[in-house]
């Protein structure tokens, strides 16, 4: 079992920058993770995905360049640097993490057994 538990949410200028955190606990932290959103009336969208090894990341589209996916094994947290926020990123992000061990990274939920209770962000134009 994993729990997850996300933090770092908040209202910010469009613009701005956040970084959401992302602390792991449970039998083990090295599983393929990721960062998924949903904003009001809209389906949860993948937005970015490590690899358990830590040397692979996936990101859609709308956010490269912007965010940043990393991983730090000796705290047990992933992050999401997110900078030049718009408010097109307004949502509740999610943690998510697989079972998967290696190389591969997932956009898929389905992939992901695990899933954190979330964590506002707020862009305001």
């Known amino acids: 079992q994993v729990q997850l538990v996300e933090s770092g949410g908040g209202l910010v200028q469009a613009g701005g920058s956040l970084r959401l955190s992302c602390a792991a606990s449970g039998r083990t932290f090295m599983y393929a993770m990721a960062w998924f959103r949903q904003a009001p009336e809209k389906e949860r969208e993948f937005v970015a995905a490590?690899?358990?090894?830590?040397?692979?990341?996936e990101y859609i589209d709308s956010v490269k360049g912007r965010f940043t996916i990393s991983r730090d094994y000796a705290k047990n947290t992933i992050y999401l640097q997110m900078n030049s926020l718009k408010p097109e990123d307004t949502a509740i992000y999610y943690c998510a993490s697989s079972r998967s061990l290696g190389a591969d990274t997932f956009t898929r939920r389905s992939a992901y057994d695990y899933w954190g209770q979330g964590t506002q962000v707020t862009v305001s134009s």
């Open positions: 490590i690899s358990g090894n830590g040397r692979n990341t």
